[in-house]
């Protein structure tokens, strides 16, 4: 019993075909480098917030940090979009990967941590950096640890994956 | 592209920048001149820098010589051997050299003898010797004027052996890296890791001071720096193992050119930042301050280049084969 045939079926749409096999660098490359962008924005301004509440260069006050779930925002949509496009592209490759489930599940995992944050550290104005820094210790670890299974995750799906293409 | 010429530019840099650096820093030491320190602090991350450049650029200036007649493939590799055991030593020191910087900032007076500058002149002696190595074992490959008849035998002296056994063999370390998908994998994963710490530190730097969230001082995000600095250091490591797990399939490719001109650009930019006043303006600005144009134009430059330098990387896979050999 092979792959589901659905996943041909998208493979074989014009779309699909287009962004596979394009030789235009706005096809595949372009999407996959917004992919980037998204990452080095959502992981970069998270990682940011994470290493100040860990004890990281503690003269930045905690309070304005909160302008940075902004950016974590844009650059998640942006890789949520492309990510869907990503998919597209490849549907065998990606949708038969066990690693691509992996990676979706920590994704999910990471951002629920980063509302919980947001919550727990942001939400009350009236805190002190103190009392932020320790309601939102562990969940700064937590979030580190998940982002960075999730961009090994992420990665590795180039050397995972069973099929290329539907197997004809 | 001429990667022979290439290599002949930029070779001079790692060998001869490094002596000088060298020999500023020891010229400091009797009349404790932080200028002159600072200077010699300064040369060496540069000479860093340009040292990959150098060392990436061999690859293709092998390619272009390596059917002549009289050329040995011993010789040559005996040199790349050489140049991997300095190039180790040359990045120790100047990220030494960076600790050193970031150590004595906002110091009044000059910083007292630390362990940081310790290291700096133990491991900048290691590499101006070394450098002088990799110079002479280039030299043979191609000057038979200076060629005594030594570069043949097996190496003559003690100390000359006893290094050579330091030298790793360039096709070892090749086939080291890309024997394992897995090992190839978790290089590339760090490779993104790091890019997500350096995008993070200095992009939030930068977003200061283009004006984004006034609340912060900039001084203070000034000093997630460090955190930039080893994202920047794993890539560092992690690409050039790359390379010299793919030299070829890097070399004849422009957007991995056009990345490390990208990455040199960076440090000019970072220079700039902190050898013209721009750093010193906005170094004490507090909440809701701005910053002046200068400090601007360097922050947009930075942010700008470092989403350049991800494009470039992005699109090396996409580039591959580009260049042509010039023969």
Do not use: C
């Given at each position: 019993?092979?792959?589901?045939?659905?996943?041909?079926?998208?493979?074989?749409?014009?779309?699909?075909?287009?962004?596979?096999?394009?030789?235009?660098?706005?096809?595949?490359?372009?999407?996959?480098?917004?992919?980037?962008?998204?990452?080095?924005?959502?992981?970069?301004?998270?990682a940011v917030?994470d290493?100040?509440?860990?004890?990281?260069?503690?003269?930045?006050p905690?309070?304005p940090?909160?302008?940075l779930?902004?950016?974590?925002?844009?650059?998640f949509?942006?890789?949520?979009?492309?990510?869907v496009?990503?998919?597209?592209?490849y549907?065998?490759?990606?949708?038969?990967n066990?690693?691509?489930?992996?990676?979706?599940?920590?994704?999910?995992?990471a951002?629920?941590?980063?509302?919980?944050?947001?919550?727990?550290v942001?939400?009350?104005?009236s805190?002190?950096?103190?009392?932020?820094?320790?309601?939102?210790?562990s969940?700064?670890?937590?979030?580190?640890?998940?982002?960075?299974?999730?961009?090994?995750?992420?990665r590795l799906?180039a050397?995972?994956?069973?099929?290329?293409t539907?197997?004809? | 592209m001429?990667?022979?010429?290439?290599h002949?530019?930029?070779?001079?840099?790692p060998?001869?920048?490094?002596?000088?650096?060298?020999?500023?820093?020891?010229?400091?030491?009797?009349?404790?001149?932080e200028d002159?320190?600072?200077?010699?602090?300064?040369?060496?991350?540069?000479?860093a820098?340009i040292?990959?450049?150098?060392?990436?650029?061999?690859?293709?200036?092998?390619?272009?010589?390596k059917?002549?007649?009289?050329?040995?493939?011993?010789?040559i590799?005996?040199?790349q051997?050489?140049a991997?055991?300095?190039m180790?030593?040359?990045?120790?020191?100047?990220?030494?050299?960076?600790v050193?910087?970031?150590?004595?900032?906002?110091?009044?007076r000059p910083a007292?003898?630390?362990?940081?500058?310790?290291?700096?002149?133990?491991?900048?002696?290691?590499?101006v010797?070394?450098?002088?190595?990799?110079?002479?074992?280039?030299?043979?490959i191609r000057?038979?004027?200076?060629v005594?008849?030594?570069?043949?035998?097996?190496?003559?002296?003690?100390?000359s052996?006893m290094?050579?056994?330091?030298?790793?063999?360039?096709?070892?370390?090749?086939?080291?890296?890309?024997?394992s998908?897995?090992?190839w994998?978790?290089?590339?994963?760090?490779?993104f890791?790091g890019?997500?710490?350096?995008?993070?530190?200095?992009?939030?730097?930068?977003?200061?001071?283009l004006?984004?969230?006034?609340?912060?001082?900039i001084?203070?995000?000034?000093?997630?720096?460090?955190?930039?600095?080893?994202?920047?250091?794993?890539n560092?490591?992690?690409?050039?193992?790359?390379?010299?797990?793919?030299?070829?399939?890097?070399?004849?490719?422009w957007?991995?050119?056009?990345?490390?001109?990208?990455?040199?650009?960076?440090?000019?930019?970072a220079?700039a930042?902190?050898?013209?006043?721009?750093?010193?303006?906005?170094?004490?600005?507090?909440?809701?301050?701005?910053?002046?144009?200068?400090?601007?134009f360097?922050?947009?430059?930075?942010?700008?280049?470092?989403?350049?330098?991800?494009t470039?990387g992005?699109?090396?896979?996409?580039?591959?084969?580009t260049i042509?050999?010039?023969k």
């Amino acid at each position: 019993m092979g792959p589901p045939v659905f996943l041909q079926a998208i493979e074989d749409t014009g779309f699909s075909t287009w962004l596979r096999e394009s030789e235009s660098p706005f096809a595949f490359y372009f999407i996959l480098l917004f992919h980037t962008f998204g990452l080095a924005l959502l992981v970069g301004a998270n990682a940011v917030v994470d290493l100040r509440l860990l004890g990281v260069a503690q003269a930045i006050p905690i309070a304005p940090l909160k302008r940075l779930f902004k950016i974590m925002w844009i650059g998640f949509t942006m890789n949520a979009l492309t990510g869907v496009l990503l998919v597209l592209a490849y549907p065998t490759k990606t949708l038969t990967n066990w690693d691509f489930y992996a990676k979706l599940t920590i994704i999910g995992f990471a951002v629920w941590v980063m509302q919980k944050l947001k919550n727990q550290v942001f939400e009350d104005a009236s805190l002190t950096d103190v009392d932020r820094m320790a309601r939102g210790a562990s969940l700064a670890k937590w979030s580190l640890v998940l982002w960075f299974a999730a961009i090994t995750a992420g990665r590795l799906l180039a050397y995972t994956y069973k099929y290329l293409t539907y197997p004809s | 592209m001429n990667f022979a010429h290439l290599h002949l530019l930029l070779n001079h840099f790692p060998i001869i920048g490094t002596i000088v650096g060298l020999g500023l820093f020891l010229v400091s030491l009797p009349g404790k001149n932080e200028d002159l320190r600072r200077a010699s602090l300064i040369i060496f991350p540069t000479m860093a820098l340009i040292a990959i450049m150098t060392f990436f650029s061999g690859v293709g200036a092998q390619g272009a010589i390596k059917k002549d007649p009289g050329v040995s493939e011993a010789l040559i590799e005996r040199h790349q051997g050489a140049a991997m055991l300095a190039m180790v030593f040359m990045e120790i020191t100047g990220a030494l050299s960076l600790v050193a910087l970031w150590k004595a900032q906002g110091k009044a007076r000059p910083a007292s003898w630390n362990r940081s500058l310790s290291a700096v002149l133990l491991f900048s002696v290691v590499t101006v010797l070394l450098m002088a190595r990799v110079g002479t074992t280039g030299g043979d490959i191609r000057h038979p004027e200076i060629v005594s008849g030594q570069a043949e035998r097996a190496d003559a002296t003690g100390i000359s052996r006893m290094v050579r056994a330091f030298e790793p063999s360039p096709g070892r370390v090749a086939e080291l890296m890309t024997t394992s998908k897995w090992w190839w994998a978790f290089m590339m994963d760090m490779h993104f890791v790091g890019l997500a710490l350096l995008i993070g530190a200095v992009g939030i730097l930068d977003l200061r001071m283009l004006g984004f969230a006034k609340q912060i001082p900039i001084s203070s995000v000034h000093r997630l720096l460090p955190w930039a600095m080893l994202g920047f250091a794993i890539n560092l490591i992690t690409g050039v193992l790359a390379f010299t797990g793919m030299d070829q399939y890097y070399t004849y490719d422009w957007a991995f050119w056009l990345k490390m001109l990208a990455i040199l650009l960076l440090g000019l930019n970072a220079a700039a930042f902190y050898l013209t006043d721009a750093f010193h303006s906005v170094e004490n600005l507090g909440p809701g301050d701005d910053a002046p144009p200068l400090a601007k134009f360097i922050a947009a430059t930075s942010l700008f280049l470092w989403f350049a330098v991800i494009t470039l990387g992005r699109y090396i896979q996409s580039f591959a084969d580009t260049i042509t050999v010039h023969k």
